[in-house]
């Protein structure tokens, strides 16, 4: 058991190196000169040159690589080039509003998705399955910023409940931000939905199907207890890892539909740094996210092995 | 009224004999399947209207009349026109063809490249396996629109370089996927027999795993279509894919979202465009999958 967790930390630690030096090399390779590109075609030499020292473009990347992680070990992600402030502490920033959008998506999309997943399961080919099924594959089916243009069409337009831009900047407080947060987070909500109702759907049926469950309903227990006692710790375990890829997704969609939204999180910030190609910025970004995911994936192991134990004891066999 | 239905006893189904050829499969498949038949209906019909959108429109989609800009509905523009004058409804037929075009360029290389490293992965195994592996778990870590933008920023926004784009961010997902059928095929006896029978690599992959793996490919790529059409139209609708005046519907609603109170047609009618393209693609995706066995919504995760 401890040395199954400790290969899944080594792993999940593998990973996270190889991403870093992915996203260094892929962004340090942009080609030309990356102080050109910053500075624009127009830049005079002195100040190319000048960049070129700031940025320690003259010595090897390795060398610059291990200067990068040490200094983000230490949280020290460098200095915006646009800015000039420190990277980790705008981006801190920006992170802290993206993570009250996702909060609330996650809460409204999982407790949601589950509920309507068990349902479309246990009335497997009737009209609340069928309802729920064409759902949730026009929810796939459609981009976030789809489902985001509509959804200010409906509540700020043609009901105006509902704020349709943001007009804070990142420093804003939660008190100011909350009655923006709504519409974002129900754009990425009904989106990350569509998969996690498939997920919980399947593994429903599949679960009422086994043998167990047949037994526990011929013992008399009601329907309500079968479901709740035996299917859904069952059901659960394979909805974990696509709830997983879809926190870790967030990361990626919150990019559209904070655009969107004009809300000041690290989804905007994402964009704007690279069309500024705020080069430390942007890593940092890509960091950060790779950390989130492999977080989430290391959780989900984790869970499923805290919910099955079969692969509990497996791992015990092994060690 | 009770809720549960108690399954009935899984009846074993019998492989069939003689394996058909691979058209004559689908084709019955799709007969028998609802789903896929709807599904690669919508998609027909699209790649119909994608091709005769000249014979469809009298409008050109580029050329705007700026004195009848911003109209309604009518009759002479069934789904009004934009800010610039420019027909709704012609941009709405034309921009199919982007859509499709990079679309399935991008989908048939990210599925070229993932099915040849996913069986050179399981054929091979050892580090190849693991070191390729670890390395998609890598890629994959990295959100996709940001490796999507950096790229697009430093090459450029032509049609190659996001088909190039595309590739690299989810070959790592059809790998993962087309790796795992190609295990369950390579201990097989014909596997072994053809590499005792001296076949290198290259030859046991087309001849003999290939043409079992087919029905996990062809979900894989209904699938992964609808993944990239939303990935691009997401791409355009944030400035850095189809470049204006190009019609593409992911531009059509970022340039009219801000006139939506105005005309909201103009909005709507590519987000419908969009939205029916995707839906018959998944639907086919459902279909295949359902009717081959093939565990869709499993190996989407």
């Keep these: 058991m401890l040395s199954f967790l400790l290969r899944r930390v080594v792993a999940a630690l593998g990973t996270l190196v190889l991403s870093s030096v992915l996203v260094f090399l892929a962004v340090q390779s942009l080609p030309g000169d990356v102080a050109t ?14 960049l070129r020292d700031k940025l320690h473009l003259d010595r090897p990347a390795w060398e610059r690589y291990a200067e990068w992680v040490n200094g983000a070990l230490h949280g020290d992600f460098g200095t915006s080039l646009v800015s000039g402030k420190p990277v980790g502490g705008e981006v801190g920033q920006y992170l802290g509003n993206s993570a009250l959008i996702a909060l609330v998506t996650v809460l409204f999309a999982v407790t949601g998705s589950l509920v309507l997943g068990v349902l479309a399961g246990l009335y497997r080919d009737r009209w609340p399955d069928h309802l729920i099924s064409t759902v949730s594959l026009i929810g796939m089916s459609v981009p976030e910023f789809v489902v985001a243009t509509v959804l200010v069409l409906l509540f700020s337009i043609a009901v105006p409940v509902l704020p349709a831009v943001v007009l804070y900047g990142p420093e804003a407080t939660v008190g100011q931000l909350l009655p923006a947060v709504w519409l974002p987070a129900a754009s990425l909500a009904i989106v990350m939905a569509a998969y996690i109702v498939r997920m919980a759907r399947t593994s429903v049926i599949d679960v009422m ?3 167990y469950v047949t037994t526990a309903r011929l013992k ?22 696509v709830i997983a890829l879809n926190v870790a997704w967030l990361v990626g969609g919150v990019a559209v539909v904070e655009n969107v939204f004009n809300y000041p999180g690290i989804g905007k910030l994402m964009l704007s740094s690279v069309q500024n190609r705020d080069l430390p910025v942007i890593q940092a970004i890509a960091l950060i996210s790779a950390v989130v995911y492999v977080c989430c ?8 092995m805290a919910l099955n134990p079969k692969l509990r004891t497996r791992g015990g066999r092994t060690r | 009224m009770s809720t549960l239905e108690i399954p009935d006893a899984a009846v074993p189904v019998e492989p069939p004999a003689v394996r058909p050829g691979f058209a004559a499969r689908t084709w019955r498949t799709v007969r028998s399947s609802r789903a896929a038949a709807i599904g690669l209906a919508i998609v027909a ?4 209207i994608a091709l005769l959108a000249p014979v469809l429109t009298p409008y ?24 610039y004058g420019r027909d709704v409804l012609a941009r709405v037929l034309y921009g199919g063809r982007y859509a ?11 599925l070229a490249l993932g099915t040849v490293l996913g069986c050179a992965a399981a054929l091979r195994g050892g580090w190849l396996d693991d070191v390729l592996m670890r390395v998609l778990d890598a890629v994959l870590a990295i959100p996709s629109i940001l490796a999507l933008l950096v790229v697009v920023t430093a090459l450029g926004t032509g049609p190659a370089v996001i088909v190039l784009a595309v590739a690299v961010v989810y070959v790592p997902q059809v790998v993962r996927v087309v790796r795992g059928a190609a295990l369950a095929v390579v201990p097989a006896d014909y596997v072994t027999a053809a590499r005792a029978r001296g076949e290198g690599t290259w030859s046991i992959l087309r001849r003999e795993v290939l043409p079992n793996i087919t029905d996990v490919v062809c979900v894989e790529f209904a699938m992964r279509a609808s993944w990239v059409v939303l990935l691009i139209s997401s791409l355009s609708f944030l400035g850095f894919g189809a470049n204006p005046p190009t019609p593409d519907w992911g531009l059509m609603v970022a340039e009219n979202r801000t006139a939506i109170t105005v005309v909201p047609m103009a909005s709507l009618a590519p987000i419908i465009a969009l939205a029916t393209l995707v839906v018959g693609l998944n639907l086919a995706a459902d279909g295949l999958s359902k009717a081959w066995g093939v565990d869709r919504i499993r190996e989407g995760s």
């Excluded at chain 1, 227990?221 to 709740?228: A, N, Q």
């Design chain 1, 209 to 211: 199907a086994g043998e």
């Design chain 1, 37 to 50: 590109q910053v500075l624009g075609k127009d830049a005079t030499p002195s100040a190319v040159a000048a």
């Design chain 2, 100 to 110: 499709l075009g990079v679309s399935v360029a991008a989908t048939v290389l990210t």
């Design chain 2, 45 to 48: 019909v699209h790649v119909l």
């Design chain 2, 60 to 83: 050109a989609p580029t050329v705007g009349d700026a004195s009848h800009a911003l109209l309604g509905p009518g009759a002479d523009h069934w789904a009004g026109t934009d800010s």
């Design chain 1, 297 to 304: 994936n290391l959780a989900a192991d984790l869970g499923a």
């Design chain 1, 220 to 241: 008399g227990l009601s329907t309500w207890r079968v479901v709740t006692r035996h299917a859904l710790p069952s059901a659960l375990l394979p909805t974990l890892h």
